[in-house]
């Protein structure tokens, strides 16, 4: 695939991705962060989410399958989540995050339960989604082009 | 006899003749002696007398013969022979002088005939010159009295007091008896006696027009002599003894206004004029009879009143004409004050109420977010809402009102500015698309690509005009499409028929935008569509969607005042309509437009540093946010550190940090108690580090940080250019709360 075309398939893809709500503006935001004294801001940036997520949804996995279940550890967690899924823009993670603490305030543990599926569920799309994107932009990257 | 030798005359004496004959010769020797010495005597007194040389001959020859006689007295006795020879030689003498005497007056008396002759021809000269100055100088009395009666006459530019005038100075001039003026009725069709000398008040009898004897003097500009039995004559009650003295009338031409026409001047004619007569009678018995400069004089004053009537009459209207001017300014400057009373009692009355009407609003709409943000239960918060909606709905009603009211007055202006034209309908799509979303309504935006990107014009008009018309779609469609297009007009679409009196003068520096609203909604039927832009004015479907129906009224001034056109267009009820509307904007020059792309990417990709070297202090738990409002404040150019708990923050924070951002996520807790902490090893204010909340959670209110001394709130997510701004206020103002 020559350049021009990598980078149109880069162009459609990243606006697809905020057309169908897994990234918001804030994303923009980070991208605009990356220059050249900070070349990788953004893989950066998304590195560290996708390893502060992994652990956040395994802390609460764990959580949920106690017992005396600890809502507002739980809570903390989600909390922690929220904030980060936001600050990087995944949008649909962070809704759900927010939808999870409703459910928590409730002390709702069959809601909790479904909640941290479909936030895992969302968490994977995203990760796949900003992986391909990756992919791409390094193609892009090692054909001689920019971003 | 002896012999006496004296001579003994021829005759015997006769005693009584010689005696006589002694007597008569002394008498004439003595005459003779004395006339010489009498003309010398009187010629001594005259200075002039030619004839010196003939009274000296003349003298010697009446000498003489005085001698001759004188001798001769001796000659009667005997005498003795001298007395004989002085007799002959005195008799001798006495031929020769006669002789010459009688010779020269020859020459002498024809010229002394002549000088009687030039003394009688320059006597009746100077009869004749005499005559004349007579003449002149009744002449130069008449001129005078003319000019005096003229001055009298024009001394007044009152009608009445003219007239009166003449009447009177010419009775005086001409020692006349009785004066009268006839003056023309309305109808013209007769005179009428307006004016006496000796009557007061004349009985006011009139003469038809067309007598004879009025025709002959009108016919004429001359004084004309008349019959004292004419009925014009007939003034005075005449006793029989009288004799009534001559009467002479004249015409006096009343001039108009309309008689003024230049190009009629030479054709004036008799019958188009109105003439007035004035009659004069000479004073009965009188036997004086009118002279020729007598006449002269009255035809010279009668045209002199006529020119003074109608400059009178000239004053009149003008001094009408001003009159009423002035009544007619007195009444406009009245009007024009009431009506600036009024505009100022009403520009006072809406800036009051506007101030009134605000205070109150604005402590509703305050404390009504305030309480938003308290604890409240679900229907609390619902009424809150509504009151929070309800009110700033009025606010924006207030705002309308006052901006009609200015808009009227014409004391509007534009702010005019370069913009971005892109955005302002971005930026309107954004604002109605909550509603948009929940009436489940497509809405589309189609910016034509000759749109310049950048305009010169009022943006917040132009974004409140094209909000206006979107938001009126978008109320009156249940379901459907709302479209909206926005092209640049060319000069073929700009002669709209749909628009008359619209005409649009398109130059280099500006273009005509046509922006064109199309909705699928109620529509409107066609006799409603006049009433739309006037304000108040609501159709039935519009009452019962709401709105004060100042929207349209409020744009249509606006457009107008972006030298647009603003219309609707439906096809009926059901059927949608389609709002157009065209306005005036500016082109910016090149340069501008180059320049405005290019600066927000500078900033954004260069990081340009606008705090260089700013010490922050970051304080987050969570890595992912801590990394990014890091990368954040780097790309601004400052030094950030970082930490991830409370009392890391305590450790690190120092004299050199000028902000501490700290994430505080629990209400309450940590981030609080930090910030009381950080108070406490500060105390002087100016080493304290400026102490700003970063929060996603709403929360955390603005009293509460105000309460633990922290100088700022700020709601994540944060923008590059939030963050940017919101350290540039910070630092300017020590302090920072943005609206929660």
């Given amino acids: 695939m020559d350049l021009v075309q990598l980078q149109r398939q880069f162009v459609d ?82 809704k759900e995050c927010i939808n999870f603490r409703g459910y928590c305030e409730e002390k709702n543990i069959e809601g909790c339960r479904k909640c941290l599926q479909q936030v895992k569920h969302e968490y994977v799309l995203v990760k796949n989604k900003l992986e391909t994107l990756f992919k791409l932009e390094q193609q892009i990257i090692a054909a001689g082009g920019s971003i | 006899m002896e012999s006496c030798n004296c001579i003994e005359p021829q005759w015997p004496a006769d005693e009584l003749l010689i005696k006589y004959q002694y007597i008569s010769d002394f008498f004439i020797a ?183 004897v009025i025709s002959q003097v009108f016919s004429t500009n001359h004084a004309v002599k008349i019959s004292p039995n004419s009925p014009v004559a007939k003034l005075r009650p005449i006793a029989g003894k009288y004799v009534p003295g001559e009467v002479v009338a004249v015409r006096v031409p009343l001039l108009h206004l309309s008689n003024f026409q230049i190009n009629d001047w030479p054709e004036l004619s008799s019958s188009t004029k109105r003439y007035a007569l004035m009659v004069l009678m000479l004073p009965s018995d009188s036997a004086r009879q009118w002279h020729v400069h007598e006449l002269e004089l009255v035809e010279v004053v009668a045209d002199q009143v006529a020119v003074a009537l109608s400059h009178a009459a000239i004053l009149e209207e003008s001094m009408r004409a001003r009159d009423l001017l002035m009544e007619q300014n007195v009444a406009l400057d009245l009007a024009r004050r009431e009506a600036e009373t009024a505009i100022r009692a009403r520009n006072d009355f809406l800036a009051v109420m506007n101030h009134e009407m605000r205070t109150p609003m604005h402590a509703i709409i305050a404390l009504a977010s305030l309480l938003q943000e308290t604890d409240l239960t679900p229907e609390q918060r619902l009424m809150v809402e509504t009151i929070l909606k309800s009110s700033s709905l009025l606010a924006t009603l207030i705002n309308d009102v006052l901006d009609l009211s200015r808009l009227e007055d014409g004391s509007l202006q534009l702010e005019l500015g370069t913009f971005n034209l892109h955005s302002v309908f971005r930026e309107v799509l954004n604002l109605v698309k909550p509603i948009v979303s929940v009436k489940k309504l497509l809405v589309t935006l189609n910016l034509a690509p000759d749109v310049p990107e950048y305009a010169i014009g009022d943006e917040k008009r132009l974004m409140q005009t094209i909000l206006n018309v979107v938001g009126n779609a978008v109320k009156f469609s249940k379901e459907g499409s709302i479209t909206i297009t926005a092209f640049v007009a060319k000069s073929e679409s700009l002669r709209d028929t749909r628009a008359p009196d619209f005409f649009p003068i398109p130059s280099d520096n500006h273009f005509y935008l046509h922006v064109q609203v199309k909705d699928s909604g109620a529509g409107i039927s066609p006799q409603d569509i006049p009433k739309l832009f006037t304000k108040f004015a609501q159709t039935q479907s519009t009452k019962n969607s709401g709105g004060s129906g100042l929207g349209l009224a409020i744009c249509k001034r606006f457009v107008n005042l972006m030298e647009g056109n603003i219309w609707i267009e439906s096809d009926g009820i059901g059927k949608g309509c389609t709002a157009i509307f065209l306005v005036k904007l500016g082109i910016p020059e090149r340069l501008n437009e180059s320049k405005f792309p290019f600066m927000p990417k500078v900033l954004a990709t260069h990081g340009q540093a606008n705090f260089p070297g700013l010490k922050v202090l970051v304080m987050d738990e969570n890595g992912v946010s801590r990394m990014v409002t890091k990368g954040l404040l780097v790309n601004l150019g400052c030094d950030v550190t970082t930490v991830s708990s409370g009392e890391e923050c305590l450790r690190m924070v120092s004299l050199e940090h000028k902000v501490v951002l700290m994430d505080v996520c629990v209400p309450g807790k940590d981030g609080y108690e930090i910030a009381i902490r950080i108070h406490e090893k500060f105390t002087k204010r100016h080493e304290r580090p400026l102490i700003v909340a970063l929060t996603g959670n709403t929360e955390v209110t603005k009293d509460n940080c105000m309460r633990v001394g922290m100088d700022g709130v700020i709601l994540k997510p944060i923008s590059l250019d939030k963050m940017r701004g919101v350290l540039s206020d910070l630092l300017e103002h020590r302090v920072l709360f943005e609206a929660m």
């Fill in chain 2, 30 to 212: 003595l005459a003779y002696f004395s006339i010489p010495l009498e003309l010398i005597y009187f010629v001594k007194k005259s200075a002039v007398f030619p004839y010196r040389w003939v009274l000296v001959q003349f003298g010697a020859f009446i000498v003489l013969c005085g001698a001759t006689h004188l001798i001769n007295l001796w000659t009667f006795t005997m005498h003795t022979r001298t007395v004989a020879i002085v007799m002959t030689t005195a008799k001798v003498f006495t031929a020769v002088v006669s002789c010459a005497t009688a010779l020269m007056l020859v020459h002498i008396i024809p010229d002394l005939l002549s000088v009687k002759t030039r003394e009688l021809f320059l006597k009746n000269k100077a009869a004749e010159l005499d005559r004349e100055m007579g003449l002149i100088r009744t002449q130069e009395e008449t001129g005078r009295h003319v000019r005096m009666l003229t001055h009298e006459i024009r001394s007044t530019l009152d009608r009445h007091t003219i007239l009166k005038t003449t009447l009177v100075e010419l009775g005086r001039t001409l020692a006349l008896e009785e004066c009268a003026l006839w003056m023309p009725t309305r109808t013209g069709l007769e005179l009428q006696l307006s004016y006496t000398l000796r009557q007061q008040n004349p009985v006011g009898y009139t003469v038809p027009i067309q007598l004879p």
């Fill in chain 1, 13 to 94: 893809y990243t606006t697809s991705l905020f057309n169908e709500g897994f990234l918001d503006d804030q994303f923009n935001q980070l991208q605009q962060l990356q220059d050249e004294s900070n070349p990788d801001f953004v893989v950066e940036v998304v590195s560290l989410f996708f390893e502060d997520s992994e652990r956040h949804l395994n802390e609460l996995t764990q959580s949920l399958e106690q017992q005396n279940i600890d809502f507002k550890r739980i809570d903390a967690h989600v909390h922690q989540l929220k904030g980060s899924s936001s600050s990087i823009g995944a949008q649909r993670v962070q």
